[in-house]
């Protein structure tokens, strides 16, 4: 892990411990461009009364920037469990697809108690 991710990792506790549970997990993503931070996406639910859906942290996340800059984007995902541990965190397969359509190729996600690289 390099000392921007800690960083990022700190930051990523900090939005998440110590408030209500709402969501069984806690997934924070970044969206970096030259190596600077320029969205953070948060897993939530979303606010349609009829059906309980979440957002995931890296659709979030993406929906906050401008996408035709998506092809230079770094992501970093990570979970954070109740003990402000590192968990898994790997992009499920709808994110991977969403993420590879727009032109992110490059990701990083936390497993436990590291980040490590990933490929789409």
Known sequence: MTSKEKVLVGVARSLVLG????MRSKHVAFVLLRGKVIAIGRNKHTCDPHRRLS????????????LKDA?????LVVRIKKSGELAMSKPCTSCQKFLSQVGVTRIR????????????
Do not use: C, Q, V
């Not at 996600?109 to 789409?120: A, K, N, T, V």
């Open 71 to 75: 092809y230079k984007f770094s992501l």
């Open 19 to 22: 408030e209500p549970r709402l």
């Open 109 to 120: 996600y936390s497993m436990e108690g590291d980040i490590i690289e990933g490929i789409l």
């Open 55 to 66: 957002i995931h942290a890296e659709i979030d996340a993406i929906r906050k920037t401008n």
